[in-house]
Antibody
Framework: QVQLVESGGGLVKPGRSLRLSCAAS????????MGWIRQAPGTGLEWISY????????YNADSVKGRFTISRDNAKNSLYLQMNSLRAEDTAIYYC????????????????WGQGTVVTVSS | DVVLTQSPLSLPVTLGQPASISCRSS???????????LSWFQQRPGQSPRRLIY???NRDSGVPDRFSGSGSGADFTLKISSVQAEDVGVYYC??????????FGQGTKVEIK
C-alpha cells in the first residue's frame, strides 16, 4: 500500500544540524512532487518545503529559507530535509507528504502523509 | 499569502447530530484553469493528518459519505451529517491554488458533548 515513513528526528541543541528522511513505497515516487509540513506543539499545520518530482525545483517557507534544504533520491525512493542552524521555534513534528504528480500538479497535493518524526531543539 | 480563517475554532457536538465548519479565504481560490483547490484534512488525536476532501467537494477514497464539502470563490464549508465518536479531532482547510506557500486554516477542534 502507499506509505511514507519518516525518520531522523531527535533532541538537538540550538545552532546544530539534523537530517530527516522519508522512505516512500507503494507508488511511483519519481512521478510525484513531495513536501514537508510541520506542527509545533499544540498548534496547527505549517507547510515548509516542496520539491519537484525530478528534484531541480524547490520552494521553502520564509521561516526556514536559507537554513533548511529539501532534496530527494529517486533511486532510493527517499525524500530528505537537511536542517541547519536549528532554533527552539523549529521544535515540531515533521511530516512528509505526497504532492501532486508531475502530470497533474494541483489535484493530489498532500493526499498521503507519513506518521511524522519529532524534532526537539533545546539546550 | 492567502490567509484561511476557520470558524468556529471549537465545536462541541452531540453524537448523531450534524456539524458544520466554515473556512473563509482572504482571496478567491479559483485558479486560472477554472478549478478551485481547497481541501479539508482530519487529524484524530495522536495521529497524522488525513485528507478528506479535495477541490472543494470531492471525497478521498475511503472517506465516509457523511462528510461533504461545499462552497465557491472564497467561502467554503465542511459538513458532517451525523457525527460519530471516531470523528473527534481537529479539522483543517488548506488551499493549493496560490502557491507557494500552501496555507492551512487554524484548525477546528470537534469534540463530543
Amino acid at each position: 500500500q502507499v506509505q511514507l515513513v519518516e525518520s531522523g528526528g531527535g533532541l538537538v541543541k540550538p545552532g546544530r544540524s539534523l537530517r530527516l528522511s522519508c522512505a516512500a513505497s507503494g507508488f511511483t515516487f519519481s512521478d510525484y512532487y513531495m513536501g514537508w509540513i510541520r506542527q509545533a506543539p499544540g498548534t496547527g499545520l505549517e507547510w515548509i518545503s516542496y520539491i519537484s518530482n525530478s528534484g531541480p525545483i524547490n520552494y521553502n517557507a520564509d521561516s526556514v529559507k536559507g537554513r533548511f534544504t529539501i532534496s530527494r533520491d529517486n533511486a532510493k525512493n527517499s525524500l530528505y530535509l537537511q536542517m541547519n542552524s536549528l532554533r527552539a521555534e523549529d521544535t515540531a513534528i515533521y511530516y512528509c507528504a505526497r504532492g501532486g504528480p508531475y502530470y497533474d500538479l494541483l489535484t493530489g497535493v498532500f493526499d498521503i502523509w507519513g506518521q511524522g518524526t519529532v524534532v526537539t531543539v533545546s539546550s | 499569502d492567502v490567509v484561511l480563517t476557520q470558524s468556529p475554532l471549537s465545536l462541541p457536538v452531540t453524537l448523531g447530530q450534524p456539524a458544520s465548519i466554515s473556512c473563509r479565504s482572504s482571496q478567491t481560490l479559483v485558479h486560472s484553469n477554472g478549478h478551485t483547490y481547497l481541501s479539508w484534512f482530519q487529524q484524530r488525536p495522536g495521529q497524522s493528518p488525513r485528507r478528506l476532501i479535495y477541490e472543494v467537494s470531492n471525497r478521498d477514497s475511503g472517506v465516509p459519505d457523511r462528510f461533504s464539502g461545499s462552497g465557491s470563490g472564497a467561502d467554503f464549508t465542511l459538513k458532517i451529517s451525523s457525527v460519530q465518536a471516531e470523528d473527534v479531532g481537529v479539522y483543517y482547510c488548506m488551499q493549493a491554488t496560490h502557491w507557494p506557500p500552501w496555507t492551512f486554516g487554524q484548525g477546528t477542534k470537534v469534540e463530543i458533548k
